[in-house]
């Protein structure tokens, strides 16, 4: 366990690493990653330390830091890595460059990288992201177990379906009448250990913004917050809508 | 998506245009669609952009826009109408003026006139409502699919039934004893393309303050936004109760 | 609907009223029952006007109006009756003294007196409280209806009942062997014809805190503010996890 | 019923004790235990004045206060203990030095010290603890009803199971594939009657973190505030998880 209240840097490098994150814009993708988590911990999404975010802008990736109470999250607890660092060997376990050894520009004392930070970068760099958010909602969760062994989630004719967009570089939304599709990829021992799987998983469901981990949350990822926030709402809805109609005997979709 | 942050205009019309929805009383239209939005987010009925909210008052129509986070929007992101728009043709697709095409004082750039805009001028027009609003509650989006193909939901001897209007132009709220009877018409592809559904709706159901959308939402108005609002809360309450009702194998009527 | 925006009176005898409301004391029964309802609201035991409370301090007794919006009230939106009143004849339907007319220290205009009045009199009649509470809890609706044409709602063993007194005059609570009995009274199509029955089972049940009204909600009362909003969340509490009880097969009471 | 507007004291060695609980840091254990409590009672923790909280902190313990509402509590409601107590006599019932007979560095009057109060002080002694969280949440009661005898709660391969240490001195937390296993004790009349049972049960469980109590709620602890709530707010996330899979047909442990 982190502590949070220890990890403001304290000597000159420190202080331009703090550069990095104090602003007074609170749209700086430092604050606005510590409102987002205190909102998300609002929504149940990251209860208890789970779950997390990051965004990219321009030269560098901002990432929340591992195991600390996602609400209470500071400017100053949180990592910076430059953007090329996307060109990192990340999804081969063998070949794998850790979290552990990215060439942090700002890695805070006393706190540990996310073991999410690949599956974020994956997203960046496969689908010209720049936020993805990983959430454990439980909706997410019970969503995949109801789908038992099956790959995807599949969903149809409920409105909020038109909140996800057709596919990167396409042009809109789903409409009411089509099939929403999230695929789920199965859990591993170790967070980083999902990365391999992700992209593979990306790479079969070109038109995605979100993939679902069995017995564990969700990654979502779009071109900016606004629009992953939103595509995670929306499946989020959707998934509570999903298990609800589990309950009442309603079929998702209309074989 | 739209740029919710770049809303505002620019120009001396635009400085004209912004006059219409700048104000310190928190009950102007323009201020209050925000505080009603964020409040309706936080109930779960405006999820991830889904759903809105307009208001008359004297002669201009405000409008929330489409596809924005509703909790974050802002007074300069509203539209506004002139009321005499409320004699546009709409509801015949062969004929409609679409919400695209609308006359707007104001229009604010990088975002979209919402598609519920001629549904919101539709109980405007045939109800002289003064402010309508549209969830994608969960609540009412179960009660339309517990209801089958059943085109009213009904429900009865709940006190709660007594928050309901009895019809415009009627004196007092439904009494206990009273059957509530919202009807509901069928989602189509397009929102606007609702528009003379629940214009038909309105005249088959001469009373009603709500019609419901399957497997959508809700779209409920009142003389002014309290008694929109109140209805609204008070229909959600009811639609929770029934799903709840059903899992427990409790009947909604005495049959 | 009422006009909150205009309860405030006008003549030098509206503003002897009014100082019967205004203080700077947040704990002043005209100030406590706004930031009650508000809280009471987000609960969900006052959507869309229904439910309300009243406190009785020395020789007034304030009251919430009747059709408003409950967390937005303010002090000004307050009524104020003698405690004298409590001796008006308001069971007997016949002889009733309507709460229409009875004489108001302080009477809003465009405001309605809640029909809730003779129910939270009778409680501080019969049983000398001073704070009543009426909510249209889900919980406790479905718990009514859970029970059948059962007159008592019964649970035992759950640590939870030791936040219920064991009654008027008595020392200390509820034990966690001792089984909790809450009465149950059938609906009135008026609330105010309640009040006969709400005596009658004052009576029967003379340790009770709290009545239920099938298919409404209930009327939960104490000796100050702090008991009867305590004894509410308790029963409310044990109220959901009856429910969820039922939802999985678990009984209420040991055979 | 205490009444916490008049628990601040009036001597000098009142103010001397005063001394104990005011302070302007925000985590000093007396306002600590404020806004932990003013939290847990939003997540439906302590409805109703049940539940509770203690933070130890060097050679003090500091402990809020029985029956009163917990989102309320003030610095000045505190109790303070001397660390030394910890070797007090508390779990033998026949030798035990009552809760209401220790020696209290700060005794706010008209205010009764928690009857959690030996039971926050096992974990403290027995575990070198040093923040003890008890909940009245629903899904912790719903999890001990739906284990029937059982004497513990088991779940595996859910993600979330990663937020609950491997146990005291060993090193990071359970791995997904490990069984998560939360010992229940049975529930007694009184709560300090609890303390002989915890006692025994975090010897025959010496890697736990918690301890449920049937039919009642939950004991966890930590090495600080952070670990203590943090696991505590896993396990319920995992408890409500459990609730619904039981629901929906989905089995706890593999086979």
Same mark, same amino acid.
Request: net charge neutral; glycine share 6%.
């Given at each position: 366990?982190?502590?949070?209240?220890?990890?403001?840097?304290?000597?000159?490098?420190?202080?331009?690493?703090?550069?990095?994150?104090?602003?007074?814009?609170?749209?700086?993708?430092?604050? *606005?990653?510590? %409102?987002?988590?205190?909102?998300?911990?609002?929504?149940?999404? =990251?209860?208890?330390?789970?779950?997390?975010?990051?965004?990219?802008?321009?030269?560098?990736?901002?990432?929340?830091?591992?195991? &600390?109470?996602?609400?209470?999250?500071?400017? %100053?607890?949180?990592? &910076?890595?430059?953007?090329?660092?996307?060109?990192?060997?990340?999804?081969?376990?063998?070949?794998?460059?850790?979290? *552990?050894?990215?060439?942090?520009?700002?890695?805070? /004392?006393?706190?540990?990288?996310?073991?999410?930070?690949?599956?974020?970068?994956?997203?960046?760099?496969?689908?010209?992201?720049?936020?993805?958010?990983?959430?454990?909602?439980?909706?997410?969760?019970?969503?995949?177990?109801?789908?038992?062994?099956? /790959? &995807?989630?599949?969903?149809?004719?409920?409105?909020?379906?038109?909140?996800?967009?057709?596919?990167?570089?396409?042009?809109?939304?789903?409409?009411?009448?089509?099939?929403?599709? =999230?695929?789920?990829?199965?859990?591993?021992?170790?967070?980083?250990?999902?990365?391999?799987?992700?992209?593979?998983?990306?790479?079969?469901?070109?038109?995605?913004?979100?993939?679902? =981990?069995?017995?564990?949350?969700?990654? &979502?990822?779009? /071109?900016?917050?606004?629009?992953?926030?939103?595509?995670?709402?929306?499946?989020?809805?959707?998934?509570?809508?999903? =298990?609800?109609?589990?309950?009442?005997?309603?079929?998702? %979709?209309?074989?």
């Amino acid at each position: 366990m982190a502590t949070q209240e220890q990890s403001a840097n304290g000597t000159k490098a420190d202080a331009d690493a703090d550069a990095l994150v104090l602003s007074n814009d609170p749209f700086h993708p430092a604050n *606005h990653i510590c %409102t987002l988590c205190a909102h998300f911990y609002n929504l149940g999404w =990251v209860t208890g330390t789970g779950g997390g975010t990051s965004i990219r802008r321009g030269d560098k990736i901002y990432l929340a830091p591992s195991g &600390v109470q996602k609400e209470l999250i500071k400017p %100053t607890d949180i990592f &910076v890595l430059p953007s090329e660092c996307l060109n990192l060997q990340i999804a081969d376990p063998a070949k794998r460059v850790s979290h *552990h050894d990215m060439p942090y520009l700002r890695r805070p /004392k006393n706190l540990t990288p996310s073991a999410c930070t690949p599956l974020f970068m994956t997203s960046f760099r496969k689908r010209d992201a720049n936020c993805c958010i990983h959430t454990h909602s439980e909706w997410a969760v019970l969503a995949t177990l109801l789908c038992g062994s099956a /790959k &995807v989630f599949e969903i149809e004719e409920i409105e909020q379906i038109k909140g996800i967009p057709k596919g990167p570089g396409k042009d809109g939304n789903l409409g009411y009448f089509d099939r929403l599709r =999230v695929p789920i990829i199965e859990n591993t021992a170790k967070e980083e250990d999902l990365t391999q799987y992700l992209e593979q998983c990306m790479e079969e469901f070109p038109d995605t913004f979100a993939v679902l =981990v069995r017995r564990h949350g969700i990654y &979502v990822w779009g /071109k900016d917050v606004a629009q992953a926030k939103t595509i995670c709402e929306s499946l989020d809805w959707l998934f509570k809508l999903a =298990v609800e109609m589990k309950k009442l005997g309603l079929p998702w %979709t209309k074989q």
